[in-house]
Every structure is written in structure tokens, then in C-alpha cells.
């Protein structure tokens, strides 16, 4: 369904010499190098000639273009520069088809990369020579590819796409400085240092490596001694010096510990590294840095990147390697060449979605006019509008002209969405302590209290969790807590006001706008997971409990790690409501799992589904189950053709599934949003589990409808709205409450 268009996605074909082959080989080293530069001399050596054109990583696989000997062969060597003698054996395990080697064309594509002069840092290529400096705010942003090889219904593709690394011109050292002249010697130095330092990434230039600080050793320093893998005790000043010509300046500075994983002998074992301080440049933005309009917009020049400038630089890629001899011959050895531009995709755009609002005539007060109806919200009523009759207001005595004009606004307001918003019970604070905060909710709130508001002066984590824990877990109730500078701009404070209306409508249960759904009897579920420190993660599970799928039924559990395991218990639930509000079970139940990476694909079918089937074979029910995976975090970018080279971002509603989509899985791309700046997202469906056989047109059209649906933004998202619940339920729990919110919140959007 939906209406052609001329497309192309950053896929370029790859195509294979007829009757090519591939010959796969085992490597294994007496006594075992760790050195993956020693390893693939080594393999080099014992070669020669005949593996002139090979693919190995200095890892376990080594790939040849034809067979060199049939069995296992052992070859003496020495490590460069020494003279230990090292025995390389090289084991034949099998011919593979070229299609079935992707490892082999991402070692290929990895040594291309390489010949072009990319460096590669982290597990992408940037060009440090091409890096533009931000000197106001001590960045540097570094422009790169994404390079990677898959198997797609269309056949063989490389897909690339340009990224940006953000590196401060900031070593770890430098900011150690500016925390010391900041706190002095004091004892708080060392845990201020740590709060800065431990968990951010670094980037250690003399090898382009980046590494997660693990703690901070403020006992070791560059001049203490190490074990160093040759067998001599050295210090870290000698070692940078002799291996890579670097002099340390302040021998003094602690040293930063960070725990690496390494495979020996097949087995995981953990290893401890210390870095220099003054060599490990901070990577990425500071939450400080994220909040400052300023340097986002600075650094938004550069990494930024619209349809045409990401066209032009896969066009210049294409050039780059036709041009360099190296690289064609790389490809040649094994018969491979690379088509002359990216893939034409069959797209189609859906229909446009009309988005219904509430009030006299409802059918005619509708909206279609494409992913945002901002205005539209604000010239109509809403679909469920609900009545506050007693509410309480809290503020501190310097936000009580804020306060004042809120509660005037806000009442005022309520005749628009079609609602009637009684004057509230005002509670005036002596000043903004989290105790006091604590008592005047305990004090205050009453049985009969429908929503608690709360004017604070500024943004403090501890002082909005109490406020959430005391709403969600010892006295349930909606809550809204609103920073006193959100009401300071007398331009857009009616707007402002306005939707924090619509957001306690949401909190007390109403709806706020709906698409036209065309079937009955479907459950949707959404699942997202928060991830907090200690390996503690919040699951949150919403199901929708009405036909236009507007109203749902929220949990959150507590659990180890991404895959959740107590799905069961919070279906039963959802399904129970179900019954009882509708008066059956679902005929079909749609669940959009979000956060699940390819590599969990075959964990989360195995794992997860099961529990959604385990329970309807308990209930011994006819309902169905329909698992859909949603990715986010893709490297496919689509893009709408105009002219002969010219491109532009998709329209909203745009859906491919074919050509660039994975042979081996049922799944499709939409693009739901409509983006001016920048290149539009995709979004990857992956369909695990499909009990009901729903149609594809069917279930991208559900997506898309889903999309508009969430509340607390008049436009389109990038998933569908029960996901984005989800993920706003798992991450207040996980970040702020911390205990599990009451049941008589769970039927109403509280989180929102």
C-alpha cells in the first residue's frame, strides 16, 4: 500500500566473480602471542608468496582465495625485533561460498579503510587530517564512515555512512587542573576527579585507541614499575619513552584503570591497563556541554549532515577507491568489485495519518496536514478531557507570582481542551530543602487529591526523585513538577501552560488526540529497558486497554540485565484488564520490544516470546502473539531521489522492504517523522514471532498510525508510542523512584 517513489539507501552492491570460493584456515601460535601486529607477521612469514593475497585480523580465522595445503602445517618463526622463536600452525577447516563470508569482506573493507589513510578509532574510521577544530569550546570533530558488509535480499552490499567523532582538546590531566584549582587539596579532590573521570571514554592518540575509565589509582604513578610482557620490570616513564618515543612530564600524576577483556586460548580473561592521564583525551559531550544551546549549535555545523552531503561523500568513497591501485588490488585477489553508485530501492509512502481531537462533531474536527499538528491541538478540544475538581499547587514564597498566574492560566485554559479546571488548593514552602518538600506532601496530600503541582527554583536530581517516590510509591497520585524559569517567558508561557494541561490530562487518565484504528480486539504492548548502575535494570511493560489503542496498563520490574524474565506475571495482568475492561481477551496481541540488538535477536525469540506464549497456553486462550523488534540504532539511511543525483530526505510515512532489507529475516524500514535539518532516521522492524500471519501492509501501517500517538509531543516519533512509554516508565523507576510505583497508578500515563 502507499503511493511509489524514487529512493536510495547508503548500500552500495557488491559483486562476486562467478565459481570464486573462499578457503577458511585456523591459526594457533606456541607459545601464544597476544600482539595481533606480531601475529600477522608472523602468518606472513610462514606463507610467503603464495599468501600474497590473504584476509586475517591477527585473530583465530585466516581466509585464502585458493588452497594452500589440506591439512594442519606448523612453521617456525621469530617476533620481529627479537629473537624468540614462535610456532605458527595453520589448521584447513572447510571451502565456504563467498556469500556465506562476511567476517572476510569486513577484514577486507577494514584493510581498505586503512590504505586510504582512516584511522580507525573505537570500532569506525575517521580522518584526522580532515578534523575541523571548534576552538571556543576546546572540541574537535573528526568526519568518518561507518564500513560494513551483509548479505540483504538484493544480494552481497557494503553499506556506508558518515559519522563524527567529538574529541575534546582536553586530556584527563588538563582537567584534573582545573578540578584541583577549583576544590584545592582538599578531600573532596580525589572523589571529584573520580565523578568526572570514571566511566568516561578516552582517546589515547599514539595508538587511536579509546578505552572506559574504570577508577582512578591515585597510588600508582608514571614512575612506579610494571611487569612488562617481555619479562622486565620497567617504569611507565621508560616504557612510553622506548616504545613510543614519548616523554612524560609530570611523573607525579595518578595513573587511570581501565579493565579490558581478552580471549586466550578461548577462554575470557580480564586484564587491568593503566593510562597516562596526560595522553587520554576525553571523548563526546558533558551533560554540561548537552544542555548548552551554544556549543550543540557550534557543533551541530559539522556533524549535521543533509541528504546531498552524505550522497556526495559515499560518491567521493567511491572514487577514492577506484583511484588507489592498493585498494583495487585488494579487491581483485579475491573478485570482487564494487558498483559504480548506491542501490535503487522500491520505497513507498503510506497515506497520511488524519489525527482526530473531542468536542461536538469530532468528525469533522480532524487534522491532515503531515507530522506535526501543534496549532491544531491548540484549536480543539481533546478526546478524553478530565475534570479537576482538587488539586494542590506548591511552590516557594519568590515563585509566588509564577504560581499565581499558572493557576490563573491553567483554569482558564481548561474550557478549551473541553474540561472544567477548579482553582487549587495552594501550599506555600518557607524555602526549597528536599525535607521540606517531603513533609508538606505528607502534611497536605488527602484521599481525595487528584493531582499535586509542584513550582520548583531549580533543577536538582535528589529534589525531584523524593517528589516522585513520595507521588508514585507512599502517596499515589499524579504529579507534575515544573521549573520555575519554564514559566519566567510571558511570550510563550500560555503555550507552555497549555500542555502541561494536556500532560496531568494524560497523568489522570484522558486522551488527548486519536487515529482512526480499522480493526478491534488487538492489543499493543510496548517494552523498553532502563539500564542503571550495578547491573540493576528497570523493565517497563505497557499494554494498551481499549480499541483506539490511547489507554494503557503500565509495569515496571526490577532485573538483571537487558532480556527480561518476568514478562509472565505482567501479561497475565494486562490481559486480565483487557477482559475486564472489554468484556473478552485480545484476539491479537502486538508487542514492539525496543533496545534488542542483532546479536540478541536469537536470545530475546528463545527467551522472551516464550513467556508472552506460555501464558496464553495457561489461560488456554485463542489469542495470538506477534513479536516485533525495533531498532533505532541503525547505520541505514533512506533517501528520495530528485533529478538525476540529487537527494533529499524521505517524506513521513515512508516504508521499504525489500532490496536493503536482511535475506534471513521478515522485517521493513519506516521513516515516520519529517525532518528539515539533518538526514532523517530510520527506523528497522524486525518481525521475530508471528503467530496471527498479519499482513506486512497491515503491520507497517500499525507502526506508522503508533507513531502519532504519543502524548507528550503533537507530532510524529521515531517508534511507535507504546515503546516510548515504556522507556519513560523504566527510566523515572530506574532513575529517580527506585521502588516499584503503586498499583492504582498503573492504568494512567503518571510517568509521562
Known amino acids: 500500500m502507499g503511493t511509489p517513489i524514487r529512493a536510495t539507501a547508503n548500500y552500495i552492491f557488491l559483486k562476486v566473480e562467478k565459481d570464486r570460493g573462499v578457503f577458511e584456515y585456523e591459526v594457533r601460535f606456541q607459545p601464544e602471542i597476544d600482539a595481533k601486529s606480531y601475529r600477522k607477521k608472523l602468518v606472513a612469514q610462514a606463507l610467503g608468496e603464495q599468501g600474497a593475497t590473504r584476509a586475517y585480523d591477527g585473530d583465530v580465522f585466516l581466509y585464502l582465495p585458493f588452497q594452500v595445503f589440506t591439512d594442519r602445517q606448523e612453521f617456525e618463526g621469530v617476533i620481529p625485533h627479537t629473537s624468540d622463536r614462535v ?11 563467498m556469500g556465506e563470508c562476511l567476517h572476510l569482506y569486513n577484514v577486507l573493507f577494514k584493510r581498505i579503510m586503512h590504505i586510504l589513510l582512516y584511522k580507525r578509532i573505537g570500532r ?10 571548534v576552538p571556543q569550546h576546546k572540541l574537535e570533530v573528526l568526519p568518518g564512515f561507518v564500513v560494513h558488509v551483509d548479505e540483504m535480499e538484493g544480494g552481497l552490499m557494503l553499506c556506508l555512512d558518515t559519522q563524527h567523532k567529538v574529541i575534546r582538546s582536553q586530556t584527563v590531566y588538563e582537567l584534573m587542573g582545573e578540578i584541583h584549582s577549583a576544590v584545592g587539596g582538599d578531600r573532596s579532590y580525589k572523589g571529584k576527579v573520580r565523578d568526572n573521570v570514571v566511566g568516561s571514554c578516552v582517546l589515547t592518540k599514539y595508538n587511536n585507541k579509546t578505552y572506559t575509565v574504570d577508577d582512578v589509582d591515585f597510588d600508582t604513578c608514571p614512575r612506579s614499575v610494571f611487569h612488562a610482557s617481555d619479562g622486565s620490570d620497567k617504569t611507565f616513564i621508560d616504557y612510553y619513552k622506548q616504545h613510543h618515543n614519548i616523554t612524560i612530564h609530570d611523573p607525579d600524576q595518578p595513573m587511570l584503570v581501565t579493565k579490558v577483556t581478552k ?3 578461548g577462554e575470557k580473561q580480564e586484564r587491568i591497563i593503566r593510562l597516562i592521564p596526560e595522553l587520554s583525551y576525553l571523548t563526546g559531550l558533558t551533560d554540561a556541554m548537552r544542555s548548552d544551546f551554544k556549543v550543540m549549535k557550534d557543533v551541530a555545523a559539522f556533524t549535521r549532515v543533509t541528504p546531498g552531503q552524505r550522497s556526495l561523500a559515499l560518491r567521493t568513497y567511491l572514487e577514492r577507491v577506484k583511484q588507489s591501485e592498493e585498494a583495487q588490488n585488494v579487491l581483485a585477489g579475491w573478485g570482487l568489485t564494487l558498483a ?6 522500491d520505497a513507498r509512502v503510506l497515506p497520511q495519518e488524519a489525527i482526530y481531537f473531542g468536542g461536538p462533531h469530532a468528525e469533522e474536527r480532524k487534522y491532515v496536514g503531515g507530522s506535526d499538528w501543534n496549532k491544531a491541538v491548540s484549536d480543539n478540544n481533546l478526546t478524553g478531557p478530565i475534570d479537576i475538581h482538587t488539586w494542590q499547587l506548591y511552590y516557594t514564597r519568590r515563585d509566588q507570582k509564577h504560581a499565581a498566574n499558572f493557576a490563573e492560566t491553567i483554569v482558564r485554559l481548561g474550557r478549551g481542551m473541553g474540561c472544567i479546571i477548579k482553582n487549587p488548593q495552594h501550599v506555600m514552602l518557607d524555602d526549597d530543602r528536599t525535607d521540606t518538600y517531603m513533609t508538606a506532601i505528607r502534611t497536605n496530600v488527602t484521599s481525595d487529591l ?10 536538582r536530581a535528589d529534589r525531584y526523585s523524593i517528589i516522585k517516590k513520595m507521588c508514585c510509591v507512599n502517596h499515589p497520585l499524579a504529579s507534575q513538577v515544573i521549573l520555575s524559569k519554564t514559566l519566567s517567558n510571558q511570550n510563550k508561557v500560555r503555550t507552555i501552560i497549555h500542555k502541561i494541561g494536556m500532560q496531568i490530562t494524560c497523568k489522570l487518565g484522558g486522551t488527548l488526540w486519536c487515529v482512526k484504528i480499522p480493526v478491534s480486539g488487538w492489543m499493543v504492548c510496548g517494552i523498553d529497558v532502563y539500564h542503571g548502575a550495578n547491573k540493576q535494570s528497570v523493565c517497563g511493560l505497557v499494554s494498551s486497554i481499549n480499541d483506539s489503542l490511547t489507554k494503557y496498563y503500565s509495569e515496571a520490574m526490577f532485573q538483571d540485565g537487558e532480556i527480561g524474565d518476568f514478562y509472565k506475571v505482567a501479561f497475565r495482568k494486562s490481559l486480565m484488564l483487557h477482559k475486564e475492561r472489554r468484556g473478552s481477551f485480545p484476539q491479537k496481541v502486538i508487542v514492539f520490544r525496543d533496545g534488542v540488538g542483532d546479536g540478541q535477536l536469537d536470545h530475546c525469540r528463545r527467551y522472551e516470546v516464550t513467556q508472552f506464549t506460555d501464558v496464553i497456553k495457561e489461560l488456554n486462550i485463542d489469542t495470538t502473539i506477534t513479536y516485533v523488534v525495533v531498532q533505532k540504532r541503525i547505520n541505514t539511511r533512506i533517501f528520495k531521489m530528485v533529478g538525476n543525483n540529487d537527494c533529499d530526505n524521505p517524506p513521513s510515512g515512508t516504508v521499504v522492504d525489500s532490496i536493503v532489507t536482511r535475506r534471513y529475516l521478515a522485517d521493513f524500514y519506516l521513516v515516520p517523522q519529517s525532518v528539515r535539518q539533518g ?16 499482513k506486512p501492509d497491515h503491520l507497517q501501517r500499525l507502526a506508522y498510525k503508533l507513531c502519532h500517538l ?16 515504556a522507556h519513560k516508565l523504566a527510566a523515572l523507576v530506574g532513575q529517580y523512584i527506585k521502588k516499584i510505583p503503586a498499583g492504582e497508578l498503573n492504568d494512567k500515563l503518571y510517568y509521562l
Request: hydrophobic share 35%.
Open 87 to 97: 610456532t605458527t600452525i595453520i589448521i584447513y577447516k572447510r571451502k565456504r561460498k
Open 124 to 133: 569506525n574510521y575517521f580522518s584526522p587530517d580532515h578534523k575541523q577544530i
Open 263 to 265: 580471549r586466550v586460548n
Open 340 to 345: 559504480n553508485g548506491t542501490a535503487d530501492l
Open 450 to 459: 487528584q493531582v499535586a503541582v509542584f513550582i520548583c527554583p531549580t533543577i
Open 679 to 694: 538526514t532523517v532516521n530510520p527506523t528497522h522492524y524486525i518481525i521475530v514471532h508471528d503467530d496471527a500471519n498479519i
Open 710 to 725: 504519543y502524548y507528550n509531543w503533537s507530532g510524529t516519533i521515531r517508534v511507535p508510542a507504546p515503546c516510548l512509554y
